[in-house]
């Protein structure tokens, strides 16, 4: 995630404008606040959004078309073609955060929006809009704290020097366990086996779901990532106080309000699949529906 | 040194203002360049100069007490008390980056100013100004990257938010390679071998000097640190013309240009010692020499 702070220094003025897919991943919001950014909505899946209207103007946009943190949700192939052209046609940059792209349980990978961009001028080095991020901490391990970002060669110069300005560099110990994993094939031999893993938490997290708390929330199943999303039907359910309330029940979940620079949203839960196994996913539930009739 | 970013990001405004021991470290200049700080310039050996007329109103004080990276030099102990005095009496926080701290070759160390400013509290958990930042990058490897910050408990939370909005928390690898390296004694049975290494390329770097750039340059002696820092006599000789023809001539060598947020300063140099064995010390000042003399 040091990525999204190196591109605030690079990109955002004192109270700059970000476009900012929302909800928008907590550690993003953190990393920005010192400049005390503005925002602009990224709303996806809103009836009639222009991503040209959406980009326009902003210092940058931030997007995590895989699988978003907290939503989970997986932008579409039309609508990744679409904020690319936005951001070609207003020169506003994309950043294209992808910790989860390879937690993929249903379905193929959808191309990754610098790849759609680069079809633009093929042959050539890359030189358009988008900043793709990318990570080990979700392959290997968090406790590595190693990236990496692809962008126009200029892009990453500017870049590299707000690195070497924050920390110098990154422990060559790490970056040398990070590549060693990714030459030696690794990752790709560990990934089927985390990926069967995950899966099975999400089904027995969205089963413990149906069974305890269908009738207060909806969510949709996830394809990938680490998180369900899960919207409370009744408008009036405060999920900042259900948070509290689980707590004590002993269940960690996440109020939607921290992932929303403003907290506005007091709606939603996200609700982590990954860490636990299903009886333990199972257990979480229960509380959760128990400190949901205490509130009820 | 990523210290120093996160410094910048609780403790300084847009353009606010810094009170910088001049010539002051580089990488310091680039952690806060983003902010575009103001400097006042701390110059702690000019005749008169008034610690507290010198820190009243800065956002914070920026020394390096020990060996100052480009310098060399070592603050007195009576001025270490001068400045803690100061911090305290202005409210002004006071920064103490000490990674030279363990590289002493001639006397005793001195205390360190966190030290004498928590005198004035004995007994109770130190809530004063001085924040003091600590590295193994001097005694084990800089390649680890990792540090440490001692401040009073508000100061570390507000730096540990900080630390979290940047890049999560440092790795967990390298925190424990360090942590063995201190708890298992490693450092101090490694330490005596690298004192003895560097001042013995100390003293070959100032023979070498004295042969061969007395006519041109003064020098102190450092009791500490890895440079030496040469001044010319003849202050029409500029070192940033200098550096360039020293690059000519097979030797790099640091202008004093970039130890100055103003980049005024260009009557000085600052030379490694500790990288390079005797021989290539002496060869690296020859060509120095050989740069000197095209020059004049």
Request: charged fraction near 20%.
């Amino acid at each position: 995630m040091q990525g999204l702070d190196l591109l605030g220094k690079v990109l955002l003025d004192e109270g700059g404008l970000i476009a900012g897919q929302l909800p928008t991943y907590l550690g993003a919001l953190d990393a920005w606040r010192p400049r005390r950014p503005t925002y602009r909505d990224l709303v996806l899946d809103a009836p009639g959004f222009d991503p040209i209207a959406a980009l326009a103007g902003a210092q940058f946009a931030y997007t995590v078309p895989n699988f978003s943190n907290p939503t989970g949700k997986l932008v579409g192939l039309a609508m990744r073609d679409r904020l690319v052209e936005a951001a070609h046609a207003t020169g506003t940059w994309l950043v294209e955060d992808d910790p989860y792209g390879t937690l993929h349980y249903d379905g193929a990978p959808l191309p990754r929006m610098i790849a759609l961009s680069g079809r633009q001028g093929a042959g050539k080095a890359y030189d358009g809009p988008v900043i793709y991020m990318g990570t080990v901490s979700k392959e290997i391990a968090p406790g590595l704290r190693v990236g990496w970002m692809v962008a126009a060669p200029a892009m990453i110069a500017a870049l590299t020097t707000a690195k070497q300005g924050s920390d110098m560099c990154t422990s060559g110990v790490t970056q040398r366990i990070a590549l060693a994993a990714l030459e030696s094939g690794l990752i790709e031999r560990n990934q089927p086996a985390v990926v069967k893993l995950y899966r099975e938490r999400r089904d027995a997290l969205c089963a413990a779901l149906a069974a305890h708390l269908g009738a207060w929330f909806t969510w949709e199943v996830p394809v990938g990532g680490m998180f369900v999303w899960a919207l409370a039907r009744d408008a009036a359910l405060d999920t900042d106080r259900l948070w509290a309330a689980a707590l004590e029940a002993g269940v960690c979940v996440a109020p939607s309000s921290v992932f929303d620079a403003a907290g506005r949203n007091r709606r939603a839960l996200r609700i982590n699949f990954t860490l636990n196994p299903p009886d333990r996913l199972a257990e979480g539930v229960r509380r959760l529906a128990t400190a949901v009739r205490a509130m009820a």
